[in-house]
């Protein structure tokens, strides 16, 4: 039987950091016509098969700009695909195809023979995570792809309002910022009522002093250290089955700069 339980909370933040002790190495791959480059970001001393995931930046980025939360995430036992579209100035649908891409070649890398990373993919537990249009492309291809992948994280995504009717059924998560002059709180709330609909698990966290620079501008640190936590812990809750993640996400609401809307529905 599921047990189905909603949080909903107006609330700040207390810092807690994750151990960083795995050291980050890099392989660059071939681009092709959804991607221009690609590098997959992995702990040096991998000896088993680990989670992957597909990571975007957005309009005007390049895979560089989140770089940061590449070696965050692999830093906890991942294996991350960051990847720049061939135009970083056209439409969402370029981030949307860079992902499905990825996500191909994060099978095709799981059993290729010159790869580094030749069996230790484990192509069973997937996921996709985007800031911007990387967001919104992270919500259409989870949309296309459905119970494919495990996870779907989306970082002040960015859609067209005749493309938020989104309908993944991933587990996924939406990070944004209520200063964000060019994700509005409005398009959240469209997106996060298509989210909310067809996903079982879904989670909202809007920042009450979020704003889109922060994410992409290396200057702009602020809130980094919360959108670190709440997305490892979300990608650990549903590519390593690990339950006490839920503890996180649930004590974030308590830390330090405070949200405007925080929401969590899981099932289990």
Not at 115 to 130: F, H, M
Not at 169 to 178: E, Y
């Amino acid at each position: 039987m599921s047990n189905k339980f909603l949080i909903s909370a107006f609330t700040s933040c207390l810092f807690l950091s994750f151990s960083t002790s795995a050291e980050v190495c890099q392989h660059e791959i071939a681009p092709t016509e959804a991607y221009k480059e690609a590098v997959f970001f992995y702990p040096c001393d991998i000896s088993v098969e680990l989670p992957a995931i597909t990571l975007t930046g957005g309009y005007s980025n390049t895979y560089r700009n989140m770089q940061w939360l590449a070696d965050a995430v692999v830093e906890q036992g991942y294996v991350v695909l960051a990847m720049t579209p061939p135009d970083i100035y056209g439409k969402v649908e370029g981030w949307r195809d860079a992902h499905l891409e990825g996500q191909k070649t994060l099978v095709s890398t799981a059993t290729a023979e010159q790869s580094p990373l030749s069996g230790y993919i484990d192509t069973s537990r997937r996921g996709i995570a985007g800031f911007s249009m990387g967001g919104g492309g992270t919500l259409l291809a989870g949309t296309e792809l459905g119970n494919e992948v495990k996870v779907l994280a989306a970082f002040a995504p960015f859609l067209l309002e005749e493309q938020r009717a989104v309908s993944p059924t991933a587990p996924t998560m939406i990070l944004a910022g209520a200063r964000d002059l060019l994700v509005t709180n409005e398009s959240i709330e469209q997106i996060y009522a298509g989210v909310s609909a067809s996903a079982d698990n879904h989670f909202l966290a809007v920042y009450s002093d979020g704003r889109h620079q922060q994410w992409y501008r290396p200057e702009i640190t602020k809130n980094r250290d919360s959108y670190t936590r709440l997305t490892i812990a979300w990608l650990n809750r549903f590519l390593k089955a690990d339950a006490t993640s839920v503890i996180t996400l649930n004590e974030e609401q308590k830390r330090e700069p405070g949200f405007t809307s925080y929401q969590l529905t899981l099932e289990q």
